[in-house]
């Protein structure tokens, strides 16, 4: 397979673009995760990739994340915010991408944790969707 060539640092950093469909009524705004619990043997706890809120379109492109004009982001595992891509240390992985469609804006702003957006969301998910997809760096 091929690696990608946008990297920061060691992280990959060249974010995927995604569409939302069947959007419930009422919906104002979107919020998502990107995260890999088949990390917890290699590092302890579920690696955070990517978190984002206040997303009011359908879609994202890719490479979005570098710009990021039309949501915020949350810090990922490597303490940045924005994408920071699959790079599996040990084997196969099994990624868990969940978009929740929400009845407002949410209270943060750039640099959320996902404990924020865990709280922020209480209470206003309309729907929500999940997405699981395995990657490997070999």
Same mark, same amino acid.
């Given at each position: 397979?091929?690696?990608?060539?946008?990297?920061?640092?060691?992280?990959?950093?060249?974010?995927? *673009?995604?569409?939302?469909? @069947?959007? =419930?009524?009422?919906?104002?705004?979107?919020? $998502?995760? %990107? !995260?890999?619990?088949?990390? /917890?043997?290699?590092?302890?706890?579920?690696?955070?990739?990517?978190?984002?809120?206040?997303?009011?379109?359908?879609?994202?492109?890719?490479?979005?994340?570098?710009?990021?004009?039309?949501?915020?982001?949350?810090?990922?595992?490597?303490?940045?915010?924005?994408?920071? *891509?699959?790079?599996?240390? @040990?084997? =196969?992985?099994?990624?868990?991408?969940?978009? $929740?469609? %929400? !009845?407002?804006?949410?209270? /943060?702003?750039?640099?959320?944790?996902?404990?924020?957006?865990?709280?922020?969301?209480?209470?206003?998910?309309?729907?929500?969707?999940?997405?699981?997809?395995?990657?490997?760096?070999?």
């Amino acid at each position: 397979g091929q690696k990608g060539t946008q990297f920061k640092g060691s992280m990959p950093s060249y974010s995927f *673009g995604f569409e939302v469909k @069947d959007i =419930p009524q009422g919906t104002i705004s979107f919020a $998502f995760i %990107l !995260d890999d619990p088949d990390s /917890v043997p290699v590092c302890g706890f579920t690696w955070t990739h990517w978190l984002g809120a206040n997303l009011c379109q359908e879609s994202v492109a890719e490479n979005e994340s570098i710009r990021a004009m039309t949501f915020v982001q949350g810090k990922n595992s490597w303490n940045e915010n924005l994408y920071g *891509g699959m790079a599996p240390p @040990d084997k =196969p992985h099994k990624y868990h991408f969940r978009v $929740f469609a %929400l !009845d407002c804006l949410l209270n /943060v702003k750039n640099g959320f944790t996902l404990n924020d957006l865990r709280q922020a969301v209480a209470g206003h998910i309309l729907d929500s969707a999940d997405l699981w997809g395995m990657y490997s760096n070999k």
